[in-house]
C-alpha cells in the first residue's frame, strides 16, 4: 500500500509526455528495426557509426559534400489514461471510502494497466547532418525530451485493486517503476567511413566499408521525479482470535521518493519552452552528459558489371563512353550503444521517506480507509544534490537490401531485424528484450511505404506503419507510428506519431 501511497502523492509537475526513445519516423514506421540500415538523418538517433555511410538503397556516382536538414522533427505516445483528463483526476484524485465503489475500483485498476500511464516525447528545433564522402560526417540536434511513466506492480492492479480485498493472503509489492523528467539537450554526432579498394571486376565484394561513430549530448534538466526501485510493501495475514469475525494483516515496507524542480518560485512549464535557450536558463535545474557509440559495416556489396559503348571506326573509334557500375549495400550489420551518462540534479530538491512502515490492521471499521494510508505520508524534505542513471540500451541488428538479391523486384525494398538490451532497467529504458522486424519499400523516388512489428520492450506487440513523400529532390516529409493497432481500438492502451520535414541538397 505504501507504494500505492507514494504515487497518489505525486506532484503536479509530473509532465505529461515522456522522451520518445529514437523519434524519428523512419524508425518508427519499421518497428524500430533500424540500426543496421539508418542514413542520414535517422542515424542521429539510430546508430552514430551510419552517419557517415551512403544512404542504403539510394545510390548515384554523384561524389559531393551531402546536408541533410530537418526542421521541428517530433515524435509522441501517450497511454490513453493520459489523454483523458476525467480519467487522469480520477487516478489521482482524493479517493474517500465512503464514495469509493468497487465500480469505481475496478475502473481505477484499468486506468493504472501497465502502459496506460506512460509517456514521451521528443520535439528537435532542428537535426543536422553534414557529409562528405570518404572522410566522415557531423551530426548536430537540438530539442527537448520528457519522459513520464507509472507502471504499478502488477499483482497489486489485480490482486488488491481487481479482486478488493487485501486481507485475503500474504502480499508483497514491489520494483515501482515510476518516475520521469523533462530536459533538453545538445547532440553532437561524429562519425567517420572507410571504403576498401575493389577489383574492377568483381561483382560481389565482402566487406567493403564500414563506419564508427559516437554522439555526445550536453543535457539540461528541467523536472524530475522517481520512486525508488528499492521502495517496496508487504501484507501478512494474522490468524485472528478464535471467536472473532474480523481478520487482520501486518502492513511493513518503506518507500522513497525524490523531485526537483526549478529553484525560481515563479517556474512555468512555458518558460522551458519558450525561452529554451542552453547556458545559464533560469529554467534549469540540472547539467549532465549523454554519450553512445554505434558501427556499421558493409558485409556484402553486389555490384553490376561495367558497361562500354564506342562510337565510329572500332579501329578507329570517335567517342569511347564508360557507365559507372551501380552498387548496392546488400548485407549492412549494426550496432549501437545508447543512454551512456548521467545527470546531476542541483534544483529544488524533495525528499519523501518512510523507511520502516510496521502497522496492524484490521477490516472491522472499513479496513484500509483514505485516512489509514496518510498514515504513512512521511515528512517531505528539503535535500541537496541527487544524480541519476540515464537509461541505458545496446541495440544489434542486421538490414538486407533485398532488390540486390532479387533485381526483378520494382524500386527498392529494404529489410532488416534488430534486437535491443535494457542494460540497467531506468525509467525510459526498453525494460526488457526488444525484437524488431522492419521493412522498407521505396517503389519510386518520390514515395517510401514502411511497416514493421515488434515483441517485447516496452510496447510489448506493436505493428508499425510509416509513408514517406520526397515532392522534390530537395524535401521530404516523413511520418509514421509504432503501434498502428491503437488507432482502430476504442479502448486502446497508447496512441503514437512521428513527423519529419527535411530537406537534402548538395554543396
Given at each position: 500500500m505504501a507504494l500505492l501511497l507514494a504515487a497518489l502523492l505525486l506532484p503536479a509537475f509530473c509532465p505529461a509526455v515522456r522522451?520518445?526513445?529514437?523519434?524519428?519516423?523512419?524508425?518508427?514506421?519499421?518497428?524500430?528495426?533500424?540500426?543496421?540500415?539508418?542514413?542520414?538523418?535517422?542515424?542521429?538517433?539510430?546508430?552514430?557509426?551510419?552517419?557517415?555511410?551512403?544512404?542504403?538503397?539510394?545510390?548515384?556516382?554523384?561524389?559531393?559534400?551531402?546536408?541533410?536538414?530537418?526542421?521541428?522533427?517530433?515524435?509522441?505516445?501517450?497511454?490513453?489514461?493520459?489523454?483523458?483528463?476525467?480519467?487522469?483526476?480520477?487516478?489521482?484524485?482524493?479517493?474517500?471510502?465512503?464514495?469509493?465503489?468497487?465500480?469505481?475500483?475496478?475502473?481505477?485498476?484499468?486506468?493504472?494497466?501497465?502502459?496506460?500511464l506512460?509517456?514521451?516525447?521528443?520535439?528537435?528545433?532542428?537535426?543536422?547532418?553534414?557529409?562528405?564522402?570518404?572522410?566522415?560526417a557531423i551530426g548536430i540536434r537540438y530539442g527537448h525530451r520528457v519522459r513520464a511513466q507509472m507502471n504499478f506492480p502488477e499483482n497489486f492492479r489485480t490482486g488488491v485493486l481487481g479482486s478488493g480485498d487485501v486481507f485475503a493472503k500474504d502480499q508483497r509489492f514491489d520494483s515501482p517503476e515510476i518516475g520521469g523528467d523533462w530536459t533538453r539537450n545538445l547532440t553532437v554526432t561524429m562519425a567517420s567511413a572507410w571504403e576498401r579498394p575493389v577489383d574492377p571486376e568483381e561483382t560481389s565484394a565482402w566487406f567493403p566499408a564500414f563506419g564508427v561513430g559516437y554522439s555526445l549530448s550536453y543535457l539540461e534538466g528541467i523536472v524530475h521525479?522517481?520512486?525508488?526501485?528499492?521502495?517496496?510493501?508487504?501484507?501478512?495475514?494474522?490468524?485472528?482470535?478464535?471467536?472473532?469475525?474480523?481478520?487482520?494483516?501486518?502492513?511493513?515496507?518503506?518507500?522513497?521518493?525524490?523531485?526537483?524542480?526549478?529553484?525560481?518560485?515563479?517556474?512555468?512549464?512555458?518558460?522551458?519552452?519558450?525561452?529554451?535557450?542552453?547556458?545559464?536558463?533560469?529554467?534549469?535545474?540540472s547539467i549532465g552528459w549523454e554519450g553512445g557509440l554505434g558501427m556499421s559495416i558493409v558485409i556484402l556489396r553486389k555490384m553490376s558489371a561495367a558497361t562500354v559503348s564506342i562510337t565510329g571506326d572500332p579501329l578507329n573509334p570517335q567517342q569511347i563512353s564508360h557507365e559507372d557500375r551501380?552498387?548496392?549495400?546488400?548485407?549492412?550489420?549494426?550496432?549501437?550503444?545508447?543512454?551512456?551518462?548521467?545527470?546531476?540534479?542541483?534544483?529544488?530538491?524533495?525528499?519523501?521517506?518512510?523507511?520502516?512502515?510496521?502497522?496492524?490492521?484490521?477490516?472491522?471499521?472499513?479496513?484500509?480507509?483514505?485516512?489509514?494510508?496518510?498514515?504513512?505520508?512521511?515528512?517531505?524534505?528539503?535535500?541537496g544534490a541527487f544524480t541519476t542513471v540515464l537509461p541505458m540500451t545496446l541495440r544489434v541488428g542486421l538490414g538486407a537490401d533485398v532488390t540486390a538479391f532479387v533485381p526483378g523486384i520494382p524500386g527498392d525494398l529494404i529489410a532488416s531485424f534488430e534486437t535491443a538490451f535494457d542494460m540497467n532497467h531506468q525509467i525510459g529504458g526498453e525494460r526488457a528484450t526488444r525484437c524488431s522486424l522492419g521493412a522498407e519499400w521505396r517503389p519510386t523516388s518520390f514515395f517510401v511505404l514502411r511497416s514493421g512489428m515488434q515483441l517485447g520492450g516496452r510496447l510489448g506487440a506493436a505493428m508499425a506503419l510509416g509513408v514517406g513523400l520526397r515532392p522534390f529532390s530537395w524535401l521530404s516529409l516523413d511520418v509514421a507510428t509504432s503501434e498502428v493497432t491503437s488507432l482502430f481500438f476504442a479502448d486502446r492502451r497508447r496512441v503514437d506519431g512521428a513527423f519529419t520535414l527535411g530537406t537534402h541538397f548538395r554543396l
Open positions: 522522451a520518445q526513445q529514437r523519434g524519428d519516423a523512419e524508425s518508427i514506421g519499421m518497428g524500430k528495426a533500424s540500426v543496421a540500415t539508418a542514413r542520414g538523418l535517422s542515424a542521429l538517433y539510430a546508430n552514430p557509426g551510419a552517419l557517415g555511410l551512403e544512404h542504403m538503397g539510394l545510390y548515384d556516382s554523384v561524389q559531393q559534400v551531402e546536408v541533410d536538414l530537418a526542421l521541428l522533427p517530433m515524435g509522441a505516445v501517450a497511454g490513453s489514461t493520459y489523454l483523458d483528463p476525467s480519467s487522469l483526476n480520477f487516478v489521482f484524485d482524493k479517493k474517500d471510502r465512503g464514495i469509493f465503489t468497487d465500480d469505481d475500483r475496478l475502473r481505477l485498476a484499468s486506468l493504472i494497466e501497465e502502459g496506460r506512460s509517456a514521451d516525447a521528443e520535439v528537435d528545433a532542428f537535426a543536422l547532418r553534414l557529409r562528405a564522402p570518404g572522410i566522415g521525479f522517481d520512486v525508488d526501485q528499492s521502495s517496496w510493501a508487504s501484507a501478512h495475514v494474522i490468524q485472528s482470535p478464535l471467536g472473532e469475525t474480523y481478520r487482520s494483516i501486518e502492513v511493513r515496507g518503506a518507500y522513497t521518493f525524490r523531485s526537483s524542480t526549478p529553484a525560481d518560485s515563479q517556474f512555468k512549464a512555458s518558460d522551458a519552452i519558450l525561452n529554451s535557450g542552453l547556458f545559464g536558463s533560469k529554467t534549469v535545474t551501380s552498387k548496392r549495400d546488400a548485407l549492412v550489420f549494426g550496432v549501437a550503444l545508447d543512454g551512456v551518462g548521467t545527470i546531476n540534479w542541483n534544483g529544488a530538491n524533495r525528499l519523501r521517506s518512510y523507511p520502516d512502515i510496521r502497522d496492524t490492521l484490521t477490516d472491522q471499521n472499513g479496513g484500509i480507509s483514505n485516512d489509514v494510508i496518510y498514515r504513512y505520508t512521511a515528512k517531505l524534505d528539503t535535500i
